[in-house]
C-alpha cells in the first residue's frame, strides 16, 4: 500500500519535532526514542529496562522537558511505602479536618527510577494511578493530571536488591524498550559534548501539555480496518495457546497493541493502521506481559525467551493483505 505523509499534518510535524529534539540528548537511539513517543501519543505507560549507566533514566527526563510538562522523580528503595508514591491525608489542627497531601505521582510525567528495587507492596501503589489516572486515599478520589504517563525504569532481575515486578504491574505497562550499550561513535560523541556541559540543560521545550493532550486525542482517530484488528486478536489468542507458555497477553495487551499501532502510524503521518505498524511492536508490547514455561514445569518471565517465542507467533500467522 502506497503510504502518503500530507505536508500539512501538525500531528506528524509535532511528534517529529518532539523526536528530534529528545534524540538531540539521547544520541545514537533512535528506534527507543520513537518507541517513548509511541507509548506517549497512545496515552500509555513505558517500562525502560537495562544495566544502569545506559540512559535510562536520561531518555524520560528528556521527553518531558522536551514537552515542558510537570516531572516528577520516584528514587525508589526497599523502604519505600505506598504513601510515599500516592500521598497522605494529614490532620490540619487549624481547620480541624484531614487535608490531602499529594505524592509525586501527581505530575504528567512520573520517572520511576529502579521501580523493582521497591516492595511489592509499594511497587502496588502504582496500580491504580496506570490504569485509572486516581488515587483513592481514605474513601476520597483524587484525578491525577492530564496527560499522565509513567516512564518506568528497571534493573535486570539478576541484580542485587531487586524484586520482581508482579504479572499485575508488568500489564500496566504499554512497552518496554532495552537501552542497549551506545554504538562507538555515539559514545565517543558523548564524550566530546559532555565532557563540560550537559545537553539537558540547556534543551529548550518543543511542545506544551496541552499540545500533546490534543495529538493523544487525535491519535484516536486514527482508522484501523476490521481485517487488522483481528490480526492483533489472533495474535493475542495464539500467546494463550502456545505449548510454550504458560500465561498468555490479557485483552488490555491486545488494546495496548492497537492502542500503540494507531500511535506508529499517527507518528508516520499516517491516517490509518497497516499490518506492519502492528507487527513492529508486537514484541515490545506483548513479551513483557508472557510467563513462559509448559503448564506443569518451570515458570519463568525471561524477555528473552518470550521475545523469541512471539516472533514464532509472528511467523505462523499471517498479516492481512489489501488492510
Same mark, same amino acid.
Do not use: W
Given at each position: ?34 518507541? /517513548? &513517543? ?7 505507560? !513505558?517500562? &525502560? ?17 522536551a514537552m ?33 497531601? @499529594? ?22 501503589? !502504582? ?17 491525577? @493530571? ?9 534493573? @535486570? ?5 531487586t524484586y520482581?515486578?508482579?504479572?499485575? #504491574? ?47 486525542? #487525535?491519535?484516536?482517530?486514527?482508522? &484501523? ?9 489472533d495474535l ?21 497493541? !492497537? ?6 502510524? /499517527? ?17 515490545? &508490547? ?28 509472528? /511467523? ?8
Amino acid at each position: 500500500m502506497t503510504q502518503h505523509v500530507s505536508s500539512t499534518n501538525p500531528l506528524f510535524e509535532n511528534a517529529t519535532r518532539l523526536q528530534e529534539a529528545v534524540s538531540s540528548v539521547v544520541v545514537g537511539k533512535s528506534e527507543q526514542v520513537r518507541l /517513548a &513517543v509511541t507509548v506517549l501519543l497512545a496515552g500509555g505507560h !513505558l517500562l &525502560v529496562e537495562d544495566v544502569p549507566g545506559v540512559g535510562k533514566t536520561v531518555l524520560a527526563k528528556t521527553l518531558a522537558k522536551a514537552m515542558n510538562s510537570k516531572v516528577n522523580r520516584i528514587q525508589f528503595t526497599p523502604d519505600m511505602l505506598p504513601s510515599d508514591v500516592t500521598g497522605v491525608a494529614i490532620f490540619d489542627q487549624r481547620k480541624t479536618e484531614f487535608e490531602f497531601q @499529594p505524592g509525586p505521582v501527581f505530575a504528567n510525567v512520573v520517572i520511576g527510577d529502579e521501580i523493582n528495587r521497591a516492595s511489592p507492596k509499594t511497587q502496588s501503589a !502504582l496500580l491504580e494511578c496506570m490504569e485509572e489516572r486516581q488515587v483513592s486515599v481514605d474513601g476520597q478520589t483524587h484525578h491525577l @493530571p492530564d496527560p499522565f504517563t509513567v516512564f518506568a525504569t528497571q534493573n @535486570p532481575s539478576e541484580m542485587e536488591g531487586t524484586y520482581p515486578l508482579p504479572e499485575a #504491574q508488568r500489564d500496566r505497562f504499554m512497552a518496554r524498550i532495552s537501552m542497549g550499550y551506545p554504538d562507538r561513535e555515539s559514545e565517543l560523541q558523548m564524550l566530546e559534548s559532555r565532557d563540560r556541559v550537559d545537553p539537558l540543560s540547556s534543551l529548550e521545550p518543543v511542545l506544551s501539555a496541552a499540545q500533546v493532550r490534543a495529538m493523544i486525542s #487525535q491519535v484516536q482517530d486514527v482508522f &484501523v480496518a476490521p481485517s487488522v484488528k483481528q490480526y492483533v486478536v489472533d495474535l493475542a489468542r495464539a500467546t494463550r495457546e502456545h505449548e510454550a507458555v504458560r500465561v498468555g497477553v490479557s485483552p488490555r495487551a491486545s488494546l495496548h497493541l !492497537l492502542r500503540a499501532a494507531k500511535a506508529s502510524a /499517527a507518528i508516520a503521518g499516517r491516517s490509518y493502521v497497516v499490518p506492519d505498524d502492528v507487527r513492529s511492536l508486537l514484541v515490545n &508490547v506483548f513479551a513483557h506481559r508472557l510467563v513462559v514455561g509448559s503448564r506443569g514445569g518451570r515458570k519463568s518471565s525471561s524477555y528473552a525467551e518470550a521475545s523469541r517465542v512471539l516472533e514464532q507467533i509472528a /511467523a505462523q500467522i499471517p498479516a492481512p493483505t489489501g488492510a
